[in-house]
């Protein structure tokens, strides 16, 4: 282990490689973006392994789900080979689609582009456009070496306001939901739905894009909100700029999907208060919530105390998981977070507030130690010498957690092949009570 790690360490910038990445490539973040919404058919201009890689690396490891109607083998792609790089595959990509417009039904066609077609020039730009007006059409470039699955989420978007949407009158309490990945984010389905019923009861239309069957419908409403809510530090924000300098819409950003009582009212008074509903209102909605929430959790409360109080805890995951998981436990169950890991690659500008946000907004005498890290030996070296016995993380330490550090796991973030994920959510006033009966049941009882 000594040598390997030294090894990987003087290594030069040129030959760093990553173990086991926790995304994908931008053309996979395109791919899975259009697979979320419902009659939405996405079409690669690839070669065959792209699509089906998402398959294995992608959709299982967002907890065991499967492609969908257009995902996985059901997917059109032009198979680019050799003599395409040569020659040139705009012909073949004319078929396919030709072919894909008589074969798959769907509101919406999307075309994303891999490395293959933007390192020879092929003009997919040109090719689409001979199929206007024989249906809803876009292109998305997003060739695979441009960025990781959070790129290729906004380059749906990007494409999306560009190509397809048109100016609509905004109506008043209607928001659009962002930053939320599909499968990156392994609770989106249930977190989604959860924030749309929240926002409901105080008169809020959300569209929430994906899990909805009028998926290309909702897609076509962007414009009629008055406001976007973007779940995230980063992501999903400049998605929201460029809706901002397209159709004047003001956005507002929070850490990440709230959980538990504490986040879920803070959210929903920053909602209200922007949208100028009656604080009256709101606060007799979050006094019924938190009135439930903190009832039921007395349940769990022996548990909590007896089976192992206030913690030591390391949390391995993407921003938008780990920063609402990791509040709720530390402000809210008396967790204490020793270390922190984040994985999915931030952009510089937006690490200070991520570690204000997990430092600051940790009510907590016990500060953790935050790491920006992608590579998974490095995140297994990082644990060492410590002495956390709780860790919520992927399920790729799910091994080194039992075998190496003698301590709980539970897999909370992407990748996780060891639980079946469908509308599960930890999200909302509800959603702490299910994080704590998933771990409390790892620990608790002598049987």
């Known amino acids: 282990m000594t040598e390997a790690k030294t090894i990987v360490e003087d290594a030069p910038s040129y030959l760093e490689v990553v173990e086991a990445p926790r995304w994908t490539c931008s053309l996979g973040g395109a791919y899975i973006t259009t697979t979320a919404v419902y009659d939405a058919v996405p079409i690669l201009h690839s070669g065959a392994g792209c699509g089906i890689a998402q398959l294995l690396g992608v959709y299982y490891a967002a907890g065991e789900n499967a492609a969908g109607g257009q995902g996985g083998t059901s997917t059109p792609c032009s198979c680019l080979i050799e003599k395409h790089v040569i020659f040139g595959g705009e012909d073949k990509l004319r078929k396919l689609i030709d072919s894909t417009l008589q074969m798959m039904e769907g509101d919406l066609y999307v075309v994303i582009s891999g490395c293959v077609p933007a390192l020879i020039g092929d003009d997919i730009e040109a090719v689409v456009k001979e199929f206007k007006g ?262 790729l330490e799910k091994w080194p957690a039992a075998k190496e550090f003698a301590v709980s796991h539970l897999s909370i973030a992407f990748p996780t092949y060891d639980r079946v994920i469908v509308e599960k959510t930890y999200a909302g006033y509800r959603g702490g009570t299910g994080l704590l009966e998933d771990l409390l049941s790892k620990y608790v009882g002598p049987l």
Do not use: C
């Open 134 to 395: 024989k249906g809803d059409i876009i292109f998305v470039n997003s060739a695979g070496f441009k960025g990781n699955t959070f790129d290729g989420y906004e380059d749906f978007f990007g494409a999306v306001i560009d190509q397809l949407l048109e100016p609509r009158k905004q109506e008043k309490k209607v928001v659009n939901i962002l930053g939320v990945v599909p499968f990156q984010h392994l609770f989106w389905k249930g977190d989604l739905n959860t924030v749309k019923e929240l926002l409901a009861k105080l008169g809020i239309k959300a569209n929430i894009l994906f899990t909805q069957f009028d998926g290309v419908k909702k897609l076509k409403e962007i414009p009629e909100a008055e406001l976007n809510i973007v779940l995230s530090t980063w992501n999903g924000h400049k998605t929201a700029k460029k809706l901002k300098e397209t159709f004047d819409q003001d956005y507002i950003s929070f850490p990440s999907v709230p959980i538990g009582p504490k986040q879920t009212s803070e959210f929903l008074r920053a909602v209200a208060k922007k949208l100028e509903i009656p604080a009256i209102e709101v606060e007799a909605l979050i006094a019924e919530e938190e009135r439930r929430a903190y009832r039921w959790v007395e349940y769990l409360t022996d548990a909590i105390i007896i089976g192992m109080p206030r913690p030591y805890a390391a949390f391995i995951g993407d921003t938008n998981t780990i920063i609402g998981i990791t509040k709720f436990l530390a402000n809210e169950a008396g967790y204490l977070p020793e270390i922190i890991q984040i994985t999915d690659e931030p952009p510089e500008e937006s690490r200070d507030l991520i570690i204000r946000e997990l430092t600051d907004g940790i009510e907590s005498v016990l500060k953790p130690e935050i790491i920006f890290e992608k590579d998974t030996f490095r995140i297994r070296e990082n644990l060492r010498n410590r002495s956390f016995q709780v860790m919520l993380a992927t399920s």
